[in-house]
């Protein structure tokens, strides 16, 4: 890569110069930092092909030189020089690195809570070493190496069947999430030593010879502790394939468990170190405990709100019969996609009659309705969105109660509070854009869901400020989904900080805010079972909070209209809101810039 100066006056020459007549979804924007991302993001991608076993420590070593070279890369240049959008991406990247640089340390001390569950796990890694750097292979050797496997396994079976349950609730507890981590670990190095063994099996006669009866032994024995992990310690067992990503429990279902059972649900507390890392990492200069006392304040303001409505109703102060009438105002079965079609053209029409965001006509134009899976919904019960808006329905298949669960929990006016969450201006709009301003820092850094999820929670509160939802059944709906937001943080940053538990946390859903019970299951399941970060059910509500008040702070000033702040920030793609407030307000920022914006739901209680 040729030095920074030459690169940066190169670049300066070539940048080109926005026209009036240039159409308002081109991205000419520039920044001297954008070839640096895209050289990160291509070698990074090469190394973690390369390097695909994430738990080794040779890939963590590699990782970490990385990492290492790339932040005294960016040490050697000319911060100072830099446009605006540059020091934004110097900013975010070092961020990351200093991020992943602490996140390999650590994911070390997490592995190093397993190595008693897997001691063979040292023995699978170095064969797929060894055979990544096509070292020649001894059929002998490695018949010996799997029967150490197989050993190595079965005594790790076997000490776990001897041990005495533990008799302290807590540490019974501790144990199963161990044991859960510990299976999902098994799965993953017994597909290491798969790819490894096809790799030579009938290739190299001398070593299928040698290899092939005693892999088939190492294959039951892996086969058959991981199975006895998930099914004795984790009590766990397999049901039908769902929709769920690597790592999670959501093909797994409590053994012998009844229908509605919440005992699949195991997670693992990531630990106050994880939570201030992450919260680092996405800018937010606040602790998980005065994450949770903000979210309660806002939880106390929607409680007064919904007896507000609940009055106008004809429900008095009880809010929860007035949530029980809302459940029951749905849709009779098949309504439902024009349902949604409807709501999506009402809100769309409330973003043009108010002028507050740009819908470019091609985003307008393409989006679409599939119906969700029966398997989807007990995972997510609730509309989901992107291009198309996953309609969440009873099917004919269904139980009554099923049904029902459904129906009352897709309700029009519930429907009304989220449909334009999950398309137009939501993240159907934020899909469009991302693919089309600034993607170099979504293939580098990957995305936030303080923005992501940010974005859309921060319509449901312009909305509500605007008066889109105009009867008291509507304003339930969406106080109760706000309250669902506020619950989020609650529960989600507690269980990671040990202070509640799975089945505290659905009881909290059910008894607070008011959710169905298998809704509140499958809300729970979604957040803890490992499909998403530990931050991300937080993010909803603090990402909201956020682009909100920087929206007051540069309206309110007249420095920007409604439509102008909501079209930049689409333009800024998926980064820590703090930095699109650097980049809107032209903020002075440091190659060392440490996050400070203390950002106050304060306005939200209007």
């Known amino acids: 890569m040729r030095p920074f100066l030459a690169a940066l006056a190169a670049a300066l020459l070539l940048a080109p110069v926005q026209s009036a007549s240039e159409p308002a979804d081109i991205d000419l924007s520039h920044s001297e930092m954008r070839p640096y991302f895209e050289s990160f993001a291509a070698d990074r991608a090469s190394l973690q092909r390369f390097y695909s076993i994430e738990s080794a420590s040779g890939t963590r070593a590699r990782m970490r030189r990385y990492y290492a070279d790339w932040r005294a890369r960016l040490a050697g240049l000319d911060f100072d020089r830099m446009s605006q959008d540059g020091k934004v991406d110097y900013v975010l990247l070092r961020n990351y690195l200093d991020h992943e640089l602490r996140k390999l340390d650590l994911d070390a001390q997490a592995d190093d809570e397993l190595a008693p569950w897997t001691p063979f796990a040292g023995s699978i890694i170095r064969l797929e070493e060894a055979r990544r750097a096509v070292e020649h292979v001894d059929g002998r050797a490695s018949a010996e190496t799997l029967s150490k496997i197989t050993a190595a396994a079965d005594a790790a079976q076997h000490a776990e069947e001897s041990a005495k349950p533990a008799s302290d609730p807590k540490a019974a507890e501790k144990r199963r999430e161990e044991g859960n981590r510990a299976a999902q670990r098994v799965a993953a190095l017994h597909s290491t030593l798969r790819n490894w063994f096809t790799f030579y099996d009938s290739y190299d006669p001398q070593f299928t010879w040698w290899a092939a009866a005693p892999y088939k032994t190492t294959d039951a024995a892996l086969t058959r502790y991981e199975t006895f992990l998930r099914e004795k310690v984790a009590g766990l067992k397999p049901t039908h394939p769902t929709s769920a990503g690597p790592g999670d429990n959501r093909n797994f279902t409590p053994a012998g468990a009844a229908a509605g059972s919440i005992d699949d649900i195991i997670g693992h507390p990531a630990g106050r170190a994880v939570l201030m890392s992450e919260l680092a990492f996405e800018m937010i200069p606040y602790t998980p405990e005065e994450l949770i006392s903000m979210a309660n304040t806002e939880f106390a303001w929607c409680e007064d709100q919904m007896k507000r409505n609940s009055r106008e109703m004809g429900f008095g102060d009880n809010w929860k019969a007035a949530l029980e009438k809302v459940k029951t105002m749905y849709p009779e079965p098949g309504k439902q996609p024009e349902v949604a079609r409807d709501l999506i053209l009402e809100a769309e029409k409330f973003l043009d009659d108010n002028h507050l965001v740009t819908i470019p006509p091609i985003a307008r134009e393409t989006w679409g309705i599939r119906m969700m899976p029966p398997s989807m919904q007990?995972?997510?019960?609730?509309?989901?969105?992107?291009?198309?808006?996953?309609?969440?329905?009873?099917?004919?298949?269904?139980?009554?109660?099923?049904?029902?669960?459904?129906?009352?929990?897709?309700?029009?006016?519930?429907?009304?509070?989220?449909?334009?969450?999950?398309?137009?201006?939501?993240?159907?709009?934020?899909?469009?854009?991302?693919?089309?301003?600034?993607?170099?820092?979504?293939?580098?850094?990957?995305?936030?869901?303080?923005?992501?999820?940010?974005?859309?929670?921060?319509?449901?509160?312009?909305?509500?400020?605007?008066?889109?939802?105009?009867?008291?059944e509507e304003r339930i709906a969406a106080l109760f989904w706000h309250m669902h937001r506020c619950a989020r943080i609650i529960f989600s940053l507690s269980f990671h900080l040990g202070r509640m538990t799975p089945r505290e946390s659905v009881d909290f859903l059910v008894n607070r805010v008011g959710f169905e019970p298998e809704n509140a299951a499958g809300e729970v399941r979604r957040s803890l079972s490992g499909g998403y970060g530990v931050l991300y059910q937080a993010a909803y509500l603090l990402g909201g909070i956020q682009i909100y008040s920087l929206e007051k702070e540069l309206t309110a000033s007249g420095k920007m209209t409604p439509r102008e702040f909501h079209d930049a920030v689409l333009r800024e793609n998926a980064i820590p809101i703090e930095m699109i407030r650097a980049s809107l307000t032209n903020q002075k920022l440091t190659r060392d810039y440490v996050t400070s914006w203390r950002f106050s739901p304060a306005e939200l209680r209007r």
């Not at 469009?432 to 600034?438: E, N, P, V, W």
């Not at 995305?447 to 008066?467: A, C, I, K, N, Q």
């Open 378 to 472: 007990l995972i997510a019960p609730f509309f989901l969105g992107g291009e198309s808006l996953l309609v969440a329905y009873p099917t004919a298949d269904m139980t009554y109660e099923q049904k029902m669960n459904t129906l009352r929990g897709n309700s029009v006016p519930m429907s009304h509070a989220v449909v334009f969450h999950e398309m137009i201006p939501g993240h159907e709009l934020q899909g469009y854009m991302a693919r089309r301003y600034k993607a170099y820092r979504m293939a580098a850094l990957g995305t936030t869901p303080f923005l992501v999820e940010g974005w859309s929670l921060h319509w449901e509160l312009e909305m509500w400020d605007r008066g889109f939802h105009k009867t008291p």
